[in-house]
């Protein structure tokens, strides 16, 4: 099987450029989580690595999010697998050394906006037809305490506390309002703002905003880390539940109505 994630990284300006190209809509899989969490190994130990930005090849979309799939229909076993890796992700990204940069031309829901949220910055671009937002209450899901806390330290406790009751998906517009993402440029300058952004973030000496970063995120960092296991437990005994695995194959239906 061809890559799901392609990485372009430039030494001599020790910026990486992480493509998802993973057809149709970049779904957070088991098999591509596992691919996203080697690149990431690989990059955050190359020393001369100091900055990565996340996008998307496919057209209309940064990320689907988690990949229904793998939480429908699947085994006890299967799902608690699938989560340690959305952990991973998460962990890896979140906690990351390098200035990470999400250039998000495209919608993001769900896991696709957990992404782009643990990145330092994000460039949306500016469509209306593009939304962002954890809609998990839409498929009758509850978003985790670690997506719920990422949200809380980028948007507040209120905007979190409304967002995510509705699992509202905000337009480009909305979402520059309540600051979930930070700047919105025409759809094809996404990628150009996101690397001259990058090149003035690396200006800034790289011991003091790495100490600053993680200041800001290991409380949360740590809650996770020090939980994985009740956190995976958790996962998987709520989501094989029959009345869950039945509002996600609900949901799946409707996805598959709209587009008819
Ligand atoms: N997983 C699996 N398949 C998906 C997903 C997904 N997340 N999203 C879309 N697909 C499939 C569609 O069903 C469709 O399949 P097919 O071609 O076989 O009909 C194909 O991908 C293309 O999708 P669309 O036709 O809908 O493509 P569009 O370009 O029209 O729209 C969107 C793209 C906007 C991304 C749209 O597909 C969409 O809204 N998708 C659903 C997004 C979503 O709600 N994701 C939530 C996933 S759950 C999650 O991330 C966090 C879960 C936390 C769990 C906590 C439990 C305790």
Redesign the pocket.
């Known amino acids: 099987t061809s890559p799901k994630i392609k990485v372009d990284y430039d030494q001599t300006t020790g910026v990486a450029v992480m493509h998802m190209q993973s057809p149709?809509?970049n779904?957070l899989s088991l098999d591509f989580l596992t691919e996203l969490c080697i690149s990431l190994e690989k990059l955050e130990m190359d020393k001369g690595c100091r900055g990565l930005i996340i996008t998307s090849n496919q057209p209309?979309?940064f990320s689907?999010?988690?990949?229904?799939?793998e939480m429908y229909g699947k085994s006890p076993e299967h799902c608690g697998e699938f989560w340690k890796v959305v952990q991973e992700m998460w962990l890896k990204l979140y906690g990351s050394n390098m200035v990470t940069i999400a250039a998000i031309s495209g919608?993001s829901?769900?896991?696709g906006c957990l992404l782009s949220l643990t990145c330092d910055y994000r460039i949306m671009a500016d469509n209306p037809r593009y939304t962002i937002g954890l809609?998990?209450t839409q498929?009758g899901?509850?978003?985790?305490f670690w997506?719920k806390e990422t949200m809380v330290n980028t948007v507040g406790h209120r905007n979190t506390e409304v967002a995510l009751q509705l699992g509202l998906l905000y337009k480009p517009a909305e979402a520059l309002k309540i600051g979930l993402v930070d700047q919105l440029v025409p759809e094809d300058q996404v990628f150009t703002v996101a690397t001259q952004t990058m090149t003035k973030w690396l200006t800034i000496p790289e011991h003091a905003r790495q100490i600053t970063k993680s200041m800001m995120r290991n409380p949360t960092i740590d809650k996770l880390r020090t939980n994985r296991d009740a956190d995976i437990q958790n996962?998987v005994s709520?989501?094989t539940k029959e009345s869950i695995q039945k509002s996600l194959r609900m949901y799946?239906e409707m996805?598959?109505q709209r587009?008819a």
């Open positions: 149709p809509v779904s209309k979309v689907a999010g988690l990949d229904i799939l919608s829901p769900a896991g809609n998990e498929l899901i509850v978003a985790p997506f996962f709520f989501i799946m996805l598959k587009k």
